[in-house]
């Protein structure tokens, strides 16, 4: 048990739609990064956040956008999707000045028709 | 060029045999690798992490890292039917927080 959870588990969306996934990071933890990880690929990086600022990107447009909480929990929102956003969508929590590992959550399994 | 290449398999192995996953990577800046086990439709586990070059082990597992080569190993021993997941090799560098750079997965079936 990683203490990483997420919600909602699955979600389906109309393309065009906004989604707003949601992580709690592990106990202690104070940095959340989110992934995405289509199938039969690796994760890819989204974007990462410490002290509830963003503080890392990869290459994602900007209708990828996300908060995190004076708690250390974080939301993943997606405006416009488009069908190519199907994917699972993964919370990762670690420490930043800790530990050098990332736990990951189940993951959101969100579905674009 | 993707920065990290992993075999995506599928590798099909009998119960009990030693099992060999690879990757390779391009950026020399990358100082912690990670191997993650990853069941169907789960979120990744993380097995073992090393800092630079060296061998760990852990159980069953050992992990290698050979720098010079660019080039990190996992070695699974007396595999079981119950290792049959997806093999994620992750990497990072100091100075990129914590944003992990993946392979594609090694898929791998341990038969009884």
């Known amino acids: 048990e990683t203490g990483v959870t997420q919600s909602p588990t699955h979600l389906i969306k109309t393309r065009g739609q906004q989604v707003t996934l949601r992580c709690s990071s592990q106990?202690?933890?104070?940095?959340v990064s989110w992934y995405q990880q289509a199938l039969g690929q690796g994760p890819q990086f989204i974007f990462q956040y410490y002290r509830e600022e963003e503080n890392g990107r990869g290459n994602f447009p900007p209708r990828f956008s996300g908060l995190q909480f004076p708690n250390y929990s974080s939301e993943l929102n997606v405006n416009a999707l488009e069908l190519d956003d199907s994917a699972l969508y993964l919370c990762?929590?670690?420490?930043?000045?800790?530990?050098?590992?990332?736990?990951f959550g189940q993951g959101t399994r969100l579905t674009v028709v | 060029q993707k920065e990290v290449e992993q075999d995506p398999g599928p590798l099909s192995v009998p119960e009990g045999a030693i099992v060999s996953l690879n990757c390779t990577y391009s950026n020399s800046a990358f100082q912690y690798f990670m191997w993650y086990r990853q069941y169907s439709r789960k979120g990744p586990e993380l097995l073992m992490y090393t800092y630079s070059s060296g061998n760990k082990e852990d159980g069953r597992f050992t992990a290698q890292v050979d720098k010079s080569s660019k080039y990190i190993s996992l070695f699974i021993r007396d595999s079981q039917p119950s290792d049959s997941a997806t093999y994620l090799c992750a990497m990072r560098s100091t100075n990129s927080g914590y944003a992990l750079n993946f392979g594609k997965g090694t898929s791998l079936l341990v038969t009884p």
């Open positions: 106990s202690g933890h104070n940095t």
């Open positions: 990762a929590s670690s420490s930043q000045g800790g530990v050098p590992e990332a736990f």
